[in-house]
């Protein structure tokens, strides 16, 4: 598969869990943990991984830590 950039927005607090393929590498996520103590961004990475098929070790938050906007690369 190689090295890519994911681009994902986030949604935290959401009622639903739902994760939506915009297009090729570029993702909606709801998720129902809270933005505190980085709850949302370990959901998001394991639904990241899950979704490509990868372990997640091998996805990491390439930006956006604190931000809805994310990049994740998938080594």
Do not use: C, W
Request: glycine share 4%; aromatic share 2%.
């Amino acid at each position: 598969m190689g090295e890519h950039t994911v681009r994902v927005r986030v949604t935290p607090d959401a009622r639903k869990e739902s994760l939506i393929e915009i297009k090729a590498n570029v993702l909606a996520i709801s998720v129902k943990e809270s933005a505190e103590r980085n709850e949302a961004n370990a959901r998001v990475r394991t639904l990241v991984a899950r979704h490509y098929g990868v372990a997640e070790t091998r996805v990491r938050i390439q930006s956006g830590h604190t931000s809805r906007s994310k990049s994740f690369n998938i080594v």
